[in-house]
């Protein structure tokens, strides 16, 4: 599939986010239902500055990946942030001007789970910052861009506990779900709350929904639960 079927509208600003979703009540009881949810430890190693430095190296000295890069309109401690598409996937840099470094990096991964029509809709994001620059809401305000953007959300097979606690934060503005991708690669929404143990199964997953948009858009009713 060619990056024209998943046809990003980059937003003059992004400010203007959902109304809350989910009451606190509500919340409160994911957070119970999701305590089983896979969860992996955060693996970023001490060296991810040096990572993002040879990044940054690789960038400025590819004049065709550095001409790609599009600006974003977010504002966050003074930090700049670009945008990079490629084959239907995104990249997103938050750069430190008065440092001339990348200090964080999200990715918004395409879903090799899930059919054609459900691609069009749905990114898996994973985000990487550097040591020092950490609980400044970058990869919120990233998320949020994007949402706002209106697409949507997938987790991954698996999340780190800072990611599932991003996305519980983001659940207080976003519609969050639980979905199960099957066998033809369909993505069926859940009845909530999932039975205990659901979330062992790697083709369970949760979706953020974007403004603007919904889940009817790409899912289906699950028949069934859990057998």
């Known amino acids: 599939m060619t ?7 980059l937003p003059g600003h992004a400010t203007a986010t959902t109304k809350a979703q ?26 991810i500055q040096r990572e993002f430095d040879a990044l940054h190296d690789r960038i400025r000295t590819n004049h065709r990946t550095r001409d ?32 001339n470094r990348i200090v964080a990096y999200t990715v918004f991964n395409r879903l090799v789970e899930v059919d054609r029509r459900t691609d069009r809709h749905l990114r898996a994001p994973h985000t990487k910052v550097a ?9 919120s305000a990233i998320y949020r ?11 991954g097979a698996r999340q ?3 990611a599932h606690g991003l996305w519980m934060a983001l659940a207080r503005d976003y519609e969050l779900a639980a979905v199960r991708i099957d066998a033809n690669k369909r993505v069926q929404q859940l009845q909530m709350p ?3 143990g659901f979330f062992d199964a790697l083709d369970t997953r949760l979706v953020l929904v ?15 639960n859990v057998r």
Not at 33 to 41: A, G, V, Y
Not at 77 to 95: C, N, P, Q, W
Not at 145 to 155: E, K, P, V
């Open 160 to 162: 780190s506990a800072g």
């Open 145 to 155: 861009w994007w949402l706002d953007s209106g697409r949507c959300l997938m987790t």
């Open 68 to 99: 790609a890069m599009q600006p974003l309109p977010l504002h966050l401690h003074g930090l700049v942030f670009r945008l990079r598409e490629a084959d239907g996937e995104y990249f997103v840099y938050a750069i430190d001007p008065q440092r």
């Open 131 to 139: 040591h020092g620059y950490r609980r400044m809401g970058i990869a």
């Open 3 to 9: 990056a024209s079927t998943f046809c990003l509208h």
């Open 194 to 196: 999932p039975p205990p």
């Open 22 to 47: 989910a009451s606190p009540g509500l919340l409160g009881r994911w957070a119970q239902w999701l305590t089983e949810l896979r969860i992996d430890l955060d693996l970023s190693g001490r060296d």
């Open 210 to 224: 974007g403004r603007d948009c919904r889940l009817a858009d790409f899912t289906q009713p699950a028949a069934c």
